[in-house]
């Protein structure tokens, strides 16, 4: 699933360590978040896009995603 995650957060000036803290996940998860390797869960979605202020869809694109 594509995400925009690291643009948003290189836009804001926050540092994925800050990220991941403010989150309640590790860096590490920030990281694969970014990259596209792993999917979020939907409790961590929910906080994502309560943390940037945006609605899930503004931040993940499924559009390449099989139904």
């Known amino acids: 699933m594509k995400n925009r ?3 948003l957060r290189r836009q804001r000036g926050i540092r994925q360590e800050d990220l991941a803290q ?3 996940v590790s ?3 920030v990281i694969s978040l970014e990259k596209g ?6 409790a961590l979605a929910f906080r994502l896009s309560r943390y940037f202020g945006m609605p899930i869809e ?3 694109d499924d559009s ?3 139904a």
């Open 5 to 7: 995650l690291e643009e």
């Open 22 to 24: 403010a989150l309640g």
């Open 27 to 29: 860096r590490q998860t």
């Open 37 to 42: 390797k792993y999917n979020p869960s939907l």
């Open 58 to 60: 503004a931040i993940f």
């Open 64 to 66: 390449d995603e099989q």
